[in-house]
């Protein structure tokens, strides 16, 4: 078992990584919460592969346990999902300090976190995450939200889990739109930290899409250190650091609300595609250079993931970048790549340059 810390003081917390991580939950939630019973969300068809194994963990640590199941889309991350998780936990909780627990990917995380960390002002939460854009990013730092109709995470809070639990073994399950849509995050680390993981994932990709337990092994540990530095080095984006972590996210996370949060597109799927854009235009004001650029593009296409836009028009996608939430008194503040390896955060971008950036994925 690879453990991993995000240093936060007195609310520091690892990140337990390791096939078979599962097997061991209740041991290590018991090690990190006095809490007496478990509640956990998820959703049916994670419920149905992993749920067995966590009950049989928790119970032999002692926990009453109780399993919540929301929706497998986007769709779960809002208001009403949120009252609904909230009121069963409030009727199995009855005095036990129910601890809860996140068992899925980013949408389980986010809801689930939302949930503990609103009922009771805050309870204890422990994220299992099992796919790979949730086990390399999703699941680590404590950003919970739920979405708007109109808008994506706009309701949500900073609340840290007390432990993260990676089963990498989770990994083998998943579709490969899954996997494909957990490499968009990937690439992105790479792209605006680590130009040797860059390097690592342009000759290693095709064992990663085959799912070989090695490499998934790497370039999980390998991000889910590199989100752990940032979040030890600035937990709330309050020293621009953080920030660095939504290169892409703000076309991406427009294009899924203007989609109206369908599963015509994934999250990564977005984000791909909002990492392209704000690569043309960093080229655009002179940043960036192409090479760079079609490297990224090159690497996308290898994945399997979109390069356009299908469906969606571009006045929704413009629109809903203004509320995005990088963006201060009406502007809009845009995380550029300088270089593979290497981002910055820019602000007065032209509208223009970022009109045509947006077109150019059509």
Same mark, same amino acid.
């Given at each position: 078992?690879?453990?991993?810390?995000?240093?936060?003081?007195?609310?520091?917390?690892?990140? +337990? $990584?390791? /096939?078979?991580?599962?097997?061991?939950?209740?041991? $290590?939630?018991?090690?990190?919460?006095?809490?007496?019973?478990?509640?956990?969300?998820?959703?049916?068809?994670?419920?149905?592969?992993?749920?067995?194994?966590?009950?049989?963990?928790?119970?032999?640590? #002692? &926990?009453?346990?109780? &399993?919540?199941?929301?929706?497998?889309?986007?769709?779960?991350?809002?208001?009403?999902?949120?009252?609904?998780?909230? /009121?069963?936990?409030?009727?199995?909780?009855?005095?036990?300090?129910?601890?809860?627990?996140?068992?899925?990917?980013?949408?389980?995380?986010?809801?689930?976190?939302?949930?503990?960390?609103?009922?009771?002002?805050?309870?204890?939460?422990?994220?299992?995450?099992?796919?790979?854009?949730?086990?390399?990013?999703?699941?680590?730092?404590?950003?919970?939200?739920?979405?708007?109709?109109?808008?994506? +995470?706009? $309701?949500?809070?900073?609340?840290?889990?007390?432990?993260?639990?990676?089963?990498?073994?989770?990994?083998?399950?998943?579709?490969?739109?899954?996997?494909?849509?957990?490499?968009?995050?990937?690439?992105?680390?790479?792209?605006?930290?680590?130009?040797?993981?860059?390097?690592?994932?342009?000759?290693?990709?095709?064992?990663?899409?085959?799912?070989?337990?090695?490499?998934?092994?790497?370039?999980?540990?390998?991000?889910?250190?590199?989100?752990?530095?940032?979040?030890?080095?600035? @937990?709330?984006? =309050?020293?621009?650091?953080?920030?660095?972590? +939504?290169?892409?996210? =703000?076309? #991406?996370?427009?294009?899924?609300?203007?989609?109206?949060?369908?599963?015509?597109?994934?999250?990564?799927?977005?984000?791909?595609?909002?990492?392209?854009?704000?690569?043309?235009?960093?080229?655009?004001?002179?940043?960036?250079?192409?090479?760079?650029?079609?490297?990224?593009? +090159?690497?996308?296409?290898?994945?399997?993931?979109?390069?356009?836009?299908?469906?969606?028009?571009?006045?929704?996608?413009?629109?809903?970048?203004?509320?995005?939430?990088?963006?201060?008194?009406?502007?809009?503040?845009?995380?550029?790549? @300088?270089?593979?390896?290497?981002?910055?955060?820019?602000?007065?971008?032209?509208?223009?340059?970022?009109?045509?950036?947006?077109?150019?994925?059509?």
């Amino acid at each position: 078992m690879k453990k991993i810390k995000v240093d936060l003081g007195e609310r520091s917390y690892n990140i +337990n $990584i390791g /096939k078979g991580a599962l097997s061991l939950a209740g041991k $290590i939630i018991r090690a990190v919460s006095r809490s007496k019973a478990c509640f956990v969300v998820s959703n049916k068809k994670v419920a149905s592969l992993y749920a067995g194994t966590l009950k049989t963990s928790l119970k032999s640590a #002692g &926990f009453e346990t109780m &399993f919540f199941n929301v929706a497998d889309s986007e769709s779960a991350k809002s208001y009403a999902s949120w009252l609904r998780v909230v /009121k069963s936990l409030a009727r199995f909780d009855k005095g036990k300090g129910a601890c809860l627990v996140s068992l899925g990917g980013g949408v389980v995380g986010d809801l689930g976190g939302f949930a503990a960390a609103t009922y009771r002002r805050g309870i204890d939460f422990v994220q299992i995450p099992t796919t790979l854009l949730a086990q390399v990013d999703a699941a680590i730092g404590g950003k919970v939200a739920i979405d708007l109709d109109f808008a994506k +995470n706009l $309701i949500g809070a900073f609340y840290q889990p007390k432990a993260v639990i990676t089963d990498v073994g989770a990994l083998k399950s998943l579709p490969m739109r899954q996997v494909r849509n957990g490499l968009s995050e990937v690439i992105k680390y790479a792209v605006i930290f680590d130009k040797t993981l860059f390097s690592y994932l342009e000759k290693n990709m095709a064992d990663i899409l085959s799912l070989n337990a090695d490499c998934l092994a790497y370039i999980v540990a390998r991000c889910s250190r590199l989100k752990a530095e940032v979040v030890s080095a600035d @937990e709330q984006e =309050t020293k621009g650091y953080r920030s660095i972590l +939504n290169f892409g996210h =703000t076309i #991406g996370h427009a294009i899924e609300s203007a989609a109206s949060y369908s599963s015509s597109i994934h999250h990564g799927e977005a984000v791909a595609i909002g990492m392209l854009a704000a690569f043309d235009i960093a080229v655009s004001i002179g940043i960036a250079d192409t090479s760079s650029a079609e490297r990224l593009k +090159n690497i996308l296409k290898s994945v399997g993931l979109p390069l356009k836009i299908k469906r969606i028009s571009p006045s929704s996608i413009l629109s809903a970048t203004l509320y995005d939430k990088k963006t201060i008194n009406g502007k809009r503040r845009w995380i550029l790549p @300088e270089s593979i390896g290497h981002a910055v955060v820019c602000g007065n971008v032209p509208a223009g340059i970022i009109r045509r950036a947006v077109l150019k994925c059509y």
